[in-house]
């Protein structure tokens, strides 16, 4: 008999929708989880502001011992398009031990390990001691206005005296040296989305224009590579940093701790290779140009090109302070308008780290759980505006091999079975603590 608790089966269920964003169209595969959840007697919500880009919150109530928890997460994904598979994107095969396809990982796997433990939840529900609610949206990768942020902003009152909830990203095993660790997230930098304009010289295309904008723009793109802002030192990220050195040998501990000196930070960086390459951007806020946008004709030099640039904000920091770490960086003063930004409290509550890094603890000894700063952004800012610390909580215990952030939005993105199946006993016992 088939076991419809089983993450892969769900997993592989939810790979063959195409909910590629945009347009995104996740209707059907909302739907498919409306009735998986219905046949376990599970009555569900749709709260939509596009009725082809549906939301979903179900329930399961508890003993009431324990307080609610949210468990959340997203069921779009990001285009294929003119990337190489091994094996159809939304095919959801199983080969050598993995389930492939696009969400694998980015997330229709957690989305798995999620609906997998709420069903459990619901099969055990005399024991529950907290009510549980879930929440599956669309369009996390494109902003998040049909999903969370309609939510938030229209039915909040759905998540009324909720405090903590559990999504993405993190609870993935990783290694520096010989060390595993599992980071946790319990905060994320913020978008900020600018965008500013280039103003020179235009003329014939057979003239040199020394301070033409193309010439402008190639040395704004020369100052920001390496980018040139001054490191910072957040509350997070310190005690993230503390918590990898106190688990390494002398040596590397003591090169760990220098990173929290701003004026070595650098220095130390580069000494790390690829790890301090992947470590960067919790010290930083970080702006890479996207967009350029200029010229009407070959044979005429633009007077102006138009840029557009990703900036990440760490905790703490707004607009104007990557305003103005650009415009030392680059030497001059460009005026900017931000395209997007999302304020949310920057307050980290640690309450419910401690169960959490028990659980990584019981299933992995050798593991170290670390709180950690996401250097993307996810939906929990929207829910941050609620009250509602989120937990990057997805547990998947990878072998050293697994390279698991290089196959995040890439061809031939997977997740192997024993991780997905680990991580969704995990988040079952989260439910029952």
Aim: proline share 6%.
């Amino acid at each position: 008999m088939e076991n419809r608790h089983d993450p892969v089966a769900i997993l592989q269920k939810l790979l063959s929708f195409n909910t590629t964003n945009p347009p995104g169209n996740e209707r059907e595969c909302i739907m498919y989880i409306e009735d998986l959840l219905r046949s376990h007697g599970i009555e569900s919500n749709l709260l939509a502001l596009d009725a082809n880009r549906p939301n979903l919150i179900a329930t399961i109530r508890g003993t009431g011992q324990a307080p609610p928890l949210l468990l959340y997460g997203h069921v779009d994904v990001v285009p294929t398009e003119g990337q190489s598979w091994k094996l159809p994107p939304f095919s959801g095969d199983i080969y050598d031990g993995y389930v492939w396809g696009r969400g694998a990982l980015d997330m229709k796997g957690g989305i798995a390990m999620l609906l997998s433990a709420f069903l459990e939840a619901k099969s055990r529900e005399h024991e529950l001691p907290r009510d549980v609610v879930l929440t599956i949206v669309s369009d996390e990768e494109a902003g998040g206005r049909f999903g969370s942020k309609f939510l938030v902003e229209h039915h909040a009152e759905r998540f009324s005296g909720i405090r903590h909830a559990i999504g993405e990203f993190g609870g993935f095993s990783f290694y520096v040296g010989k060390q595993k660790f599992y980071p946790i997230m319990v905060a994320e930098k913020r978008l900020c989305w600018l965008k500013t304009t280039i103003k020179g010289s235009g003329g014939h295309g057979s003239q040199a224009k020394a301070k033409s904008a193309v010439a402008m723009l190639g040395d704004i793109i020369q100052r920001l590579r390496p980018l040139r802002f001054p490191a910072h030192i957040t509350p997070a990220v310190r005690t993230m940093i503390e918590a990898m050195a106190n688990a390494m040998p002398q040596t590397q501990k003591r090169l760990f701790r220098q990173l929290l000196h701003p004026g070595w930070t650098s220095a130390i960086l580069k000494l790390l290779g690829d790890k301090g390459t992947t470590l960067a951007p919790l010290f930083y806020n970080t702006a890479n140009i996207t967009v350029i946008q200029g010229g009407l004709a070959v044979n005429a030099i633009p007077e102006q090109i138009e840029l557009k640039i990703d900036g990440r904000l760490l905790p703490g920091f707004e607009p104007a302070d990557l305003m103005k770490e650009l415009n030392k960086a680059i030497g001059y003063e460009l005026e900017y308008e931000v395209l997007l930004h999302d304020p949310f409290p920057d307050a980290v509550d640690m309450e419910l780290f401690p169960k959490l890094a028990e659980i990584l603890r019981e299933q992995d000894p050798q593991g170290v759980p670390i709180p950690f700063v996401l250097t993307g952004s996810t939906d929990s800012r929207f829910f941050a505006g609620l009250g509602i610390q989120t937990y990057g909580f997805l547990p998947m215990n990878l072998s050293k091999s697994f390279a698991f952030t290089e196959f995040i939005h890439a061809a031939n993105e997977r997740i192997p079975i024993q991780a997905l199946q680990s991580g969704a006993q995990a988040i079952s016992r989260l439910l029952f603590r």
